[in-house]
């Protein structure tokens, strides 16, 4: 039969995101969603919203949300740019910041997967730094690396290793050109860079509502940056899709990040609830990296990642492996509540003991 797909339909390997199995009902670990429910505020936003308005494209200027985004963040809304996902925003990056005949993109090897698929969708080459020994990040070698622009996961994904703000400060201010900080699990390590962004031109924050405000199903996210910033990612946006967060969702989402008081409360119960995990896991003859984010990388002394991966999933606890070099000895454990960790733990015993 004759191929109509164009070469990179044919050939790009994509994102492999994690299971959301249908099969039975999990315990469910990997995927890194937030075990507590979204703010009450938020389900009165949704319950409330007028539904005869649906018939009505989203405003495109989405003053609300953009104005809720920038009180909760302490910038103007001009700072700030949102869009179906936090991987939608960091797509765009890479169209926005990126010249497919530039210098590259520079990241870590082991950080969020998605960097690479996005720069072989765009056609944008890469300049990969290989984390240290101990899965930290050496900001110094990324600074040394002659690309275009760089992108840092902080805290960093699979591993969940954190950087201090006054470290991210000087590498911000040691590089002149693009510095992109996803910070996807920020809410559980508050050492956000947002306020430099009044001092740095060339720096991007991406954030999300999917795991610090527990509306992964919803599908938001944001950016804040010099307005200069901002206009370059709304005219690529504009180049493929001009309403990206649907009406509903900026309601919903205005009224959560309103609510800081509740989210401050959960969001201190996965830390607390991190912490025990931590503990537990060690206790069990795990290696657990130290982890700022809703998430444990660890690897068990005796047994392989992708089989401490079979043996919970066939007792009902979801947890991601990714069969990958450096990393295939770990897995990657969400936080859950305590009655979903307490399970984990107990999947671990019956079996490890
Ligand atoms: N950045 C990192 C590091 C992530 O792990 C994720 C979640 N997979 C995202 C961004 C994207 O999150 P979302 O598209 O749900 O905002």
Known sequence: MKNYLSKTACEIA???AGEQPADRKYVKLNTNENPYPPSPKALEAYQNYDFS???LYPPLEMRNLRGAIAAAEGVAPENVFCGNGSDEI???CFSAF???DGAGAAFADVTYSFYPVF???FKIRTQILPLEEDFTLDLSKLTAMPAQGV???????PTGIGIPLGEVEKFVAANDRIVILDEAYMPFFNESAVP???KYKNLVVVKTFSKGYSLAGMRCGYAIADASIISGLERCRDCFNSYPVDRICQAVCAAAIADKAYYEKMNALVVAERERLTAALSGLGFTVLPSKANFVFARHAAVAGRQVYEQLRARGVLVRHFQKPRIADY??????SREENDALIAALRDWIR
């Open 14 to 16: 994509p994102y492999t």
């Open 53 to 55: 308005l649906l018939k």
């Open 90 to 92: 960091l797509a765009l």
């Open 98 to 100: 990126f010249d497919p």
């Open 119 to 121: 720069a072989e969708f």
């Open 151 to 157: 992108i840092v996961a902080n805290p960093n994904a």
């Open 196 to 198: 430099l962004i009044k």
């Open 331 to 336: 897995c990657r454990i969400t936080v859950g």
